[in-house]
């Protein structure tokens, strides 16, 4: 597999996504385990999480509970994985997502994701979604203090603009190490924050890098380019667009989401698949 930094830490080039297996949807525990082991096996080093990533109210943290669960069964040595966990989202338990970015409410996300990741510092910890009641600078504020205690290793935000990646990296004192965003053949907004952290050398992880949970499957009949590519090279068009995203910088990390193993299978074979020039200009302009 091969190898891309956030901060100071090498990890997989194609990273894990966990939200699938936690939220509407989801699979039993039994494949769920089956699916990260599978990503382990096959050299991923990455695993993204969230505390707001479950159904129900009264099971905050159910994904950070179930990779700690996978990560203590696997058979191999886990000591060089980082899990990166978020925290700042909610949900009440009715279906909806909302925010709270305050300092207090962070630092006890931060108290239960230690407890539920079973560590006594967090991998990587991110900042999940700005909270328009809390100014940014508070909250970023607050990753800044964690890190001073040594609660987190590295920091990290997301669902954030060009303005708040400067604001965050000069509030954390250049510590800032990513920016988890989305990014995909259908939503390419990000392309200006994805060249921030390129300047920078600021890790970029595209979320739902194909697509969202529901579309990810359709990928090639949504993008004939994408799919005409994918064909050329006997590969899915999953791969083809990871692949893509990874052609960008040397700072982008995809993290696709999966509740299979075939599926996180499949995508961590992008890593090794290289597109021409003229094929990574035509899916720049596929629509």
Request: aromatic share 4%; with cysteine.
């Amino acid at each position: 597999m091969k190898q891309r930094s956030i901060g100071n830490v090498q990890v997989s080039a194609i990273g894990l996504g966990g939200m699938p297996m936690s939220i509407e949807g989801r699979p039993d525990i039994d494949r769920s385990v089956r699916t990260i082991h599978a990503a382990l096996d096959a050299g991923v080093t990455l695993i993204d999480t969230a505390d707001a990533y479950h159904l129900h109210a009264d099971e905050v943290g159910h994904n950070e509970t179930l990779i700690a669960q996978a990560l203590a069964s696997w058979s191999g040595d886990t000591s060089d994985v980082l899990v990166a966990t978020k925290g700042g989202h909610l949900r009440p338990g009715d279906g909806s997502w909302t925010v709270d970015g305050s300092p207090a409410h962070l630092r006890e996300a931060v108290e239960g994701s230690l407890k539920r990741l079973g560590v006594d510092a967090i991998g990587l910890y991110q900042f999940h979604r700005p909270d328009p009641k809390v100014p940014y600078a508070d909250s970023v504020g607050t990753l800044r203090e964690l890190l001073d205690e040594g609660k987190i290793r590295l920091a990290g935000i997301s669902n954030a603009n060009v303005e708040q990646i400067r604001q965050a990296q000069e509030i954390l004192g250049g510590r800032l190490v990513s920016v988890q965003n989305q990014f995909s053949p259908a939503f390419r907004s990000s392309e200006d924050e994805l060249r921030l952290c390129d300047e920078l050398g600021i890790a970029f992880l595209p979320w739902s890098p194909l697509g969202g949970i529901a579309k990810a499957g359709e990928l090639g009949s949504h993008f004939a380019g994408f799919a005409q590519v994918a064909e050329a090279h006997g590969v899915s068009p999953q791969q083809v667009t990871l692949a893509w995203e990874l052609a960008k910088s040397e700072h982008v990390i995809p993290i696709p989401g999966a509740s299979r193993p075939e599926s996180i299978t499949d995508s961590v074979r992008a890593a090794e698949l290289t597109l021409t020039d003229e094929e990574l200009a035509r899916l720049d302009q596929a629509a």
